[in-house]
């Protein structure tokens, strides 16, 4: 899933906003594509071709009710959204890549545009901010199966375990293969022969 202005640097399956759609520079192109597009139910009249599904958000952190709030609980970033939104949809192991948290004037977002010092600094504040939020909700996170990774090296992000890119997609690969694999004659046809308890040993530290 890309967030925001990461759509004009690659072809994500999902994306997802909180603001304007339109408000992203992103080229005619991509509204045009098949990329399942999420954005906030009051902006959804604005995207002017299909393949959108909006959500409705609140502002505030009711943290408490982050899994079962029926609007989603912003939290001061998009981030807190897409996971929300990715845990509805099934994932249990989310992997972030280009999650800084950290706001250089000169190269502010993903795609190549600049903003002033005065943004950066407010920026870089609010970060401050959604780094205590996200460590105060990992413990719910883990409770309810998901484990979220971090895969940028120099990302100030520290609220969740780092794993190199390379081995993310090394473990993405490897649940591909265990839920493709064949499935013995002797075992139920639900439960790939290694599949489910492989993967959560891979990426489980604390899996016997």
């Not at 759609?21 to 071709?49: I, N, R, Y």
């Not at 199966?145 to 993405?172: D, K, Q, W």
């Amino acid at each position: 899933m890309g967030v925001n202005n990461t759509a004009a640097r690659f072809h994500p399956d999902y994306w997802l906003c909180i603001d304007n759609p339109m408000s992203h520079g992103l080229p005619g192109l991509f509204w045009q594509s098949d990329t399942t597009k999420f954005v906030p139910a009051s902006c959804d009249h604005l995207v002017p071709h299909g393949s959108v599904i909006p959500y409705h958000h609140r502002r505030g952190w009711d943290w408490a009710r982050y899994f079962t709030s029926p609007h989603i609980v912003w939290g001061a970033s998009v981030m807190f959204i897409a996971v929300r939104l990715l845990y509805e949809m099934g994932a249990r192991r989310i992997f972030l890549l280009g999650c800084d948290l950290h706001m250089d004037p000169k190269n502010a977002y993903a795609a190549q545009r600049t903003c002033t010092e005065a943004h950066a600094r407010m920026n870089n504040h609010s970060y401050k901010l959604i780094q205590a939020r996200f460590k105060q909700i990992r413990p719910m996170l883990e409770a309810h199966g998901l484990r979220i990774f971090n895969c940028n090296p120099a990302s100030r992000l520290t609220a969740f375990a780092r794993m190199p890119y390379t081995e993310a997609v090394a473990h993405a690969e490897a649940e591909r293969d265990a839920l493709l694999e064949p499935y013995p004659t002797d075992r139920s046809p639900c439960t790939p022969s290694g599949g489910t308890e492989r993967r959560h040993h891979d990426l489980d530290p604390a899996a016997p």
